[in-house]
């Protein structure tokens, strides 16, 4: 609560949205249970509060959560300030990778102890620096969008971005080769992979390609 009351006159809220883990384990129990005391300290007429859960098990999955509960707040209008004071590593980890894709600002706590190593207070508030991603050029997300579950063969997807396109044809042999080009960069920057199925090579997305199709 000290660190989200150090930032408000800087960051004037207008909603607040707690982050919990899921699935419920001893330790998850007794931080929903701070969450419901934040939650009765922050709720008033001014502001809209809630209490949301993202898995704290799988990082990928955690992040597409994180994104997707925060996806309605990116108007314009807003800025969302991610709070990562006293999270569990793994939700460290996932604030810091959605605040690159989404640019929010991150911020967190330096605790004092006391003489025996108990944490007893706030030393320092610190905004943590993001790295600037590029978002992906139009073409590039229209290619991730069509292999979307995943594709067996670069002819397929081929179709799927030109259904017009006739096989053997010069605008077919052109669209070939420019989807090839854009397979190539995606698989050396990790966006999807290739795999070998019998006699065919299946083209699918990886966590961090979808991330960046949604």
């Avoid at 883990?21 to 001893?26: C, I, M, R, V």
Wanted: charged share 20%; aromatic share 8%; proline share 6%.
């Amino acid at each position: 609560m000290e660190s989200i009351k150090y930032w408000v006159p800087e960051y004037p809220p207008s909603n607040f949205i707690l982050i919990t883990g899921e699935p419920e384990t001893t330790g998850e129990q007794k931080a929903q249970q701070v969450a419901e005391e934040m939650y009765e300290e922050l709720a008033t007429p001014i502001y809209s509060v809630s209490i949301q859960k993202i898995n704290k098990m799988d990082i990928a999955q955690a992040v597409r959560q994180l994104m997707a509960i925060l996806e309605p707040e990116e108007d314009p209008k807003y800025n969302c300030l991610l709070n990562i004071s006293g999270s569990l590593r793994i939700f460290s980890v996932v604030g810091y990778i959605v605040a690159c894709l989404t640019q929010s600002k991150l911020v967190s706590v330096i605790p004092g102890y006391d003489e025996f190593g108990n944490e007893t207070s706030v030393e320092k508030h610190i905004e943590i620096p993001i790295l600037p991603i590029l978002p992906l050029g139009e073409e590039y997300l229209k290619v991730l969008s069509a292999i979307g579950p995943g594709i067996d063969s670069l002819d397929q997807l081929v179709f799927l971005l030109c259904p017009q396109c006739e096989k053997h044809t010069q605008e077919y042999n052109s669209e070939r080769a420019r989807v090839a080009y854009y397979i190539d960069l995606l698989e050396k920057i990790g966006h999807i992979s290739r795999v070998k199925q019998g006699k065919t090579v299946h083209i699918q997305l990886t966590d961090l390609g979808k991330l960046f199709s949604k």
